[in-house]
């Protein structure tokens, strides 16, 4: 039963674009949800977060909206940049992540030059 | 801030044998972290949940008498594979909680 769904395997995406990944989930006690960029061979880098009580985050080029009505969550990369490049996890808690977190299946973005 | 390292980074044994893991949180003192495993292009899906000084709490489906998972202080926690097999090959990753979970590079795990 996979709870937190990347539904698009890869991506490609022109440098200098927006790069859009989305995630959905099915459990509605998750409340806080976090995005990963992991490299091969890597542990995941933690990028940004949101809380339920939020509908949007932003950090730099990086910006995480939610919709909880929709159990969906995307993340948005402005401007793409080739170090870009990598796998996206997108992951969920309960317990305003304090509980153990469910990844998503990943989702691989490519820049291109 | 928030580092967390693992030894080794990779490790080729033989079927039937056991072998250990460490990860350790560097910069911070962690009462909770977990154990994760990737299969190729697939998820982490978490192992267990490390406890320090108590008893780790495993998801279902993961034996416990096979990865035993010891958190003897709040820099380590240590995951021993048991009677390894081929299956058990994987990419183990440890986190370390600190607000957000912080992850380290993962163990690169091999059975011949």
């Known amino acids: 039963d996979q709870q937190v769904k990347q539904n698009s395997p890869s991506l490609s995406v022109q440098e200098g674009r927006i790069s859009i990944l989305n995630c959905d989930y099915t459990?509605?006690?998750?409340?806080?949800f976090l995005w990963y960029k992991k490299y091969p061979a890597e542990g995941p880098t933690f990028l940004i977060s949101?809380?339920?009580?939020?509908d949007k985050n932003e950090d730099g080029r990086f910006t995480v909206f939610l919709n909880k009505s929709a159990k969906h969550l995307s993340l948005h990369i402005v401007p793409s940049q080739p170090g870009d490049s990598a796998v996206y996890f997108c992951a969920a808690s309960a317990s305003s992540g304090n509980e153990k977190l469910t990844f998503g299946t990943g989702t691989r973005l490519t820049i291109i030059p | 801030g928030a580092v967390v390292s693992q030894h080794p980074s990779w490790v080729i044994c033989k079927s039937g044998t056991s072998v250990k893991i460490e990860c350790r949180s560097l910069?911070?003192?962690?009462?909770?972290m977990f154990w994760y495993r990737q299969f190729p292009k697939q998820s982490l899906m978490l192992m267990a949940t490390s406890n320090e000084g108590s008893k780790a709490t495993y998801e279902q489906g993961v034996e416990k008498d096979k990865f035993l998972i010891n958190h003897a202080s709040l820099t380590l926690s240590t995951l021993t594979v048991t009677s390894a097999h081929p299956e058990d090959s994987s990419f183990y990753i440890c986190s370390a909680r600190l607000g957000e979970q912080f992850f380290g590079p993962g163990t690169r795990l091999t059975v011949l």
């Open positions: 459990n509605s006690m998750f409340d806080y």
């Open positions: 949101i809380s339920s009580i939020k």
């Open positions: 910069d911070f003192q962690a009462t909770t």
